[in-house]
């Protein structure tokens, strides 16, 4: 096995205010609540990042392959019940993923969707933390309009 290569870095620090922290990537820097805050909490933050990578590597990969995908929507629920006994390890019980794509056949958007559940990272760990996670597929070969 190859020397590990860091992939990703990044920081969050208190603020002095009680569940609320300033995150930084880079030179970007945001605010991220605990539950029940008014900025986005770090689970959203956690599922924003599943969400952009799906936009992010199947418009890349289509390009690359010029299969003619117009625009993608891409959002992502987890959910979890508080009441249950997770033992020492607390997961999320079921994610549900929902792809839309347009200008692409549904043959397409199959395929680019197969790459990115095998090669983004960020949905990997998702998928084999949570059995219960399931992606759903909508493709329009016509515009977006």
Same mark, same amino acid.
């Given at each position: 096995?190859?020397?590990?290569?860091?992939?990703?870095?990044?920081?969050?620090?208190?603020?002095?205010?009680?569940?609320?922290?300033?995150?930084?990537?880079?030179?970007?820097?945001?605010?991220?609540?605990?539950?029940?805050?008014?900025?986005?909490?770090?689970?959203?933050?956690?599922?924003?990042?599943?969400?952009?990578?799906?936009?992010?590597?199947?418009?890349?990969? #289509?390009? #690359?392959?010029?299969?003619?995908?117009?625009?993608?929507?891409?959002?992502?629920?987890?959910?979890?019940?508080?009441?249950?006994?997770?033992?020492?390890?607390?997961?999320?019980?079921?994610?549900?993923?929902?792809?839309?794509?347009?200008?692409?056949?549904?043959?397409?958007?199959?395929?680019?969707?197969?790459?990115?559940?095998?090669?983004?990272?960020?949905?990997?760990?998702? #998928?084999? #933390?949570?059995?219960?996670?399931?992606?759903?597929?909508?493709?329009?070969?016509?515009?977006?309009?």
């Amino acid at each position: 096995m190859g020397e590990l290569k860091l992939a990703y870095k990044a920081r969050s620090y208190s603020t002095g205010t009680l569940g609320r922290a300033i995150c930084s990537a880079r030179t970007h820097h945001f605010v991220a609540d605990d539950l029940g805050g008014e900025e986005v909490g770090a689970g959203e933050l956690f599922f924003s990042g599943v969400a952009a990578c799906a936009v992010n590597m199947v418009e890349r990969i #289509a390009a #690359a392959d010029e299969t003619p995908l117009e625009w993608m929507d891409v959002s992502v629920e987890a959910y979890r019940d508080p009441d249950k006994d997770h033992g020492d390890l607390t997961l999320y019980d079921s994610v549900r993923v929902r792809i839309e794509m347009w200008g692409v056949s549904n043959d397409d958007a199959e395929v680019l969707t197969g790459f990115w559940k095998a090669r983004c990272p960020l949905y990997g760990t998702v #998928a084999a #933390a949570t059995p219960d996670t399931t992606v759903s597929l909508v493709s329009h070969t016509g515009s977006r309009g």
